[in-house]
């Protein structure tokens, strides 16, 4: 029987035994906020108007039971990794390893999108189009490799600092702008009907990645019974509040282009002017750097760990505690596929998101399925499970021709698991 890696998620920083509610808490809201705060609500709004705010809703309602579903696992298996793990004790090894391969390499499909997001504000900010958002893209993603390869991972406690960084930063911007709302502008509320709220919840799914977070850090609480329902609200009400808030204020403030490029920077504008552009940029670059480069050091890390259980190819496999230069060079050169099809095919950020959008539901969605199995009938996460797992397979059915990725991804890591077992010799008669 095949292992699963020790962690499938990215973002979650390693940290100690004994966290207590202020770091606990840090981490978990680190591991759930990135930088997509900065643009998803915005592509939100283009795609349904002031709708998007009942995606939001439905999003921020969904969050509640999938966080106590992960943290009830987390709790009853301490020692277990990342969502791939449960799956192998609640499903089986081949549903693990196939769990394993959508983390894997169905992210990386969106690596590039963060660059993208700090892209926006860069031209945003000293022009040059689309020229100057790929290049922003692929600076950011050199970086994050580079450093990565070099041996050199963003912290916990430097992750803490960049999402502090954010926080503030976006919630400075929403007080700001605050007094200039205007509700009369949410009329009509559905310009382009309600099957628009469909991409709208699509799109805005991306915020919830980081949720899985809160099974890895359930066990390395102090006193997770105290302090992980509390850092479980502290981080809805964060998600809510940014992503809400962002989508509110696009849709309110006059003056804004609620579905044009770089919307921080817009409400910035309203505020302090011609310096807005800078202020945005400087902290759109600066958080994408961190997120991207723990994204890149963290899938290339699972590929060398699934090389060692087994789950992928022998060859991707490196020894713990050195960098794992194959994986690491899988995880870069399929980023720059990414891009390659922004350039070649006119992609647009828009499309990387829901591709890596389509394989995130169908990791949540084994994820439920395995939580079924593990935790016992009738308690809190076991609920939390039953209720999460309709929306979560409605999501599946809505991604529509994007499900082909992690369909394909699952053939695939199917097909290796049947090429592997050939290859072992059979036991002596």
């Known amino acids: 029987m095949t292992t699963a890696p020790d962690t499938d998620n990215p973002r979650c920083a390693r940290t100690e035994r ?62 277990a990794g990342g969502v791939s793990s449960f799956v192998v004790r609640g499903v089986g090894p ?19 999108a963060m660059g993208l997001f700090a892209g926006d504000y860069v031209q945003a900010a000293v022009g040059g189009g689309t020229a ?11 970086v994050a490799a580079a450093a990565t390869a070099r041996g050199v991972q963003v912290s916990g406690g430097m992750q803490v600092a ?24 949410l009329t009509p509320f559905a310009p382009n009907g309600w099957a628009a709220v469909a991409p709208a919840v699509l799109v805005l799914f991306w915020l919830l990645t980081g949720w899985e977070a809160a099974a890895h850090l359930t ?15 502290m981080t809805l009400v964060v998600v809510a509040v940014l992503s809400g808030g962002t989508t509110l204020a696009l849709l309110t403030v006059p003056g804004i282009d609620a579905g044009g490029s770089a919307p921080v ?20 670059v600066v958080v994408t750097l961190g997120n991207t480069n723990a994204y890149v050091a963290g899938l290339a890390e699972l590929g060398g760990e699934m090389g060692r259980s087994g789950q992928a190819p022998g060859w991707l496999a490196s020894a713990p505690g050195t960098v794992p230069r ?3 060079t899988v995880v870069t050169v399929q980023a720059l596929v990414s ?33 079924l199995r593990l935790l016992p009938r009738r308690t809190a996460g076991w609920w939390a499970a039953a209720v999460s797992l309709p929306p979560i397979l409605v999501l599946a059915a809505l991604s529509g021709w994007y499900l082909l990725a992690p369909t394909g991804l699952a053939v695939a890591a199917l097909a290796h698991r049947r090429l592997s077992s050939r290859r072992l010799p059979r036991p002596l008669s």
């Open 18 to 79: 004994g966290l207590g509610p202020v770091t606990g808490t840090a981490l978990t809201i680190a591991g759930v906020v990135g930088t997509g705060v900065l643009v998803l609500p915005g592509l939100a709004v283009r795609d349904a108007g002031p709708a998007a705010l009942v995606a939001v809703a439905a999003l921020v309602a969904l969050s509640v039971p999938l966080a106590v579903t992960f943290a009830a696992l987390g709790a009853r298996f301490p020692a």
């Open 94 to 112: 081949a549903a693990g390893a196939v769990t394993a391969w959508w983390f894997y390499l169905g992210v990386p499909l969106g690596v590039p």
């Open 132 to 142: 100057t958002q790929l290049g922003t893209a692929l600076l950011v993603l050199a």
């Open 162 to 185: 960049l999402t502090t960084v954010l926080v503030g930063g976006l919630l400075a911007v929403l007080a700001l702008v605050a007094p200039a709302v205007a509700l009369e502008r």
């Open 219 to 233: 066990g390395r609480f102090a006193d997770a019974r105290r302090d992980v329902p509390r850092a479980t609200a």
């Open 265 to 284: 920077t817009q409400l910035l504008g309203t505020v302090i002017g011609g310096a807005a552009g800078t202020a945005a940029a400087v902290l759109a």
């Open 326 to 328: 194959r994986s690491l």
């Open 339 to 371: 891009l390659a099809a922004v350039t070649v095919l006119g992609w647009s950020t828009e499309h990387l998101v829901l591709l890596t959008t389509a394989s995130q539901v169908a990791v949540y969605g084994a994820g439920l399925i395995a939580a």
